[in-house]
């Protein structure tokens, strides 16, 4: 099984940046659906970016498109999120995330690191 752990987060003013990185051990994640989601106190947990190498996509929540950008490193077996412009409804546990592949689709979100705190202050 592919265990994830995330590191990168912080404080941060309104319109800062942070980069976040997750870590996979165990296993190639080359193969799988990787994620970004975030849960912020009282809400439910929300995905941010969802890359899914069988259909080439990269998606984004409307919310940070163009002011996060995801990016893969296989030779690292790293998933990095890069967090630009941030604003306090960014604030929030963001956790990195693995799923099989089912064909073209993501299966469902099983396999989760235990979260990284992202504040924002404005």
């Known amino acids: 099984q592919v265990q994830l752990q995330e590191s990168g987060g912080g404080s941060v003013q309104s319109g800062g940046s942070l980069r976040l990185s997750c870590a996979a051990s165990?296993?190639?994640?080359?193969?799988?659906?990787m994620a970004w989601f975030r849960q912020a106190p009282g809400k439910e947990r929300e995905s941010v970016a969802i890359?899914?190498?069988?259909?080439?996509?990269?998606t984004y929540a409307d919310s940070v498109k163009g002011r996060f950008t995801m990016s893969l490193d296989y030779a690292k077996n790293t998933l990095d999120l890069q967090m630009n412009s941030l604003k306090s409804e960014d604030t929030a546990i963001y956790y990195c995330?693995?799923?099989?592949?089912?064909?073209?689709?993501?299966?469902?979100?099983?396999?989760w690191g235990q979260g990284t705190q992202v504040t924002v202050s404005s």
């Open positions: 995330a693995l799923a099989a592949r089912s064909g073209p689709f993501c299966a469902d979100f099983v396999n």
């Open positions: 165990g296993h190639s994640i080359s193969r799988y659906c």
């Open positions: 890359i899914n190498p069988g259909r080439g996509t990269t």
